[in-house]
Nanobody, 125 residues
Framework: QVQLVESGGGLVQAGGSLRLSCAASGRTFHSYTMGWFRQAPGKEREFVAGINWNGGNTSYADSVKGRFTISRDHAKNTVYLQMNSLKPEDTAVYYC??????????????????WGQGTQVTVSS
């Protein structure tokens, strides 16, 4: 069992930055692939970024490549999403998710095993 708690969302102007954090409980955090997804009103939940168990492999949606960076800290049981050059279209609720085992980065939300409650990110123009 893994419990995930996101933080770091908020309101920011276009061009600004935010760093989201996802704190995980459980001793097996290092065994999971971790992903960030987002969902805007009226839209389906979409993949944003993912990182495999040891951080050696990452994947990004085309819409965020070059602007967002995912990382993880096993000592703190935390995964981060650094978001730079934010755009109004990045506005959404951002969710952290965990998938076991942690070798492959999946981009489909229904394949992840555990989810956080989400954190709102709003980018004003």
């Amino acid at each position: 069992q893994v419990q995930l708690v996101e933080s770091g969302g908020g309101l920011v102007q276009a061009g600004g930055s935010l760093r989201l954090s996802c704190a995980a409980s459980g001793r097996t955090f290092h065994s999971y692939t971790m992903g960030w997804f987002r969902q805007a009103p009226g839209k389906e939940r979409e993949f944003v970024a993912g990182i495999n168990w040891n951080g050696g492999n990452t994947s990004y949606a085309d819409s965020v490549k070059g602007r967002f960076t995912i990382s993880r800290d096993h000592a703190k049981n935390t995964v981060y999403l650094q978001m730079n050059s934010l755009k109004p279209e990045d506005t959404a609720v951002y969710y952290c998710a965990a998938d076991f085992p942690g070798n492959t980065i999946l981009v489909t939300y229904w394949e992840y095993d555990y989810w956080g409650q989400g954190t709102q990110v709003t980018v004003s123009s």
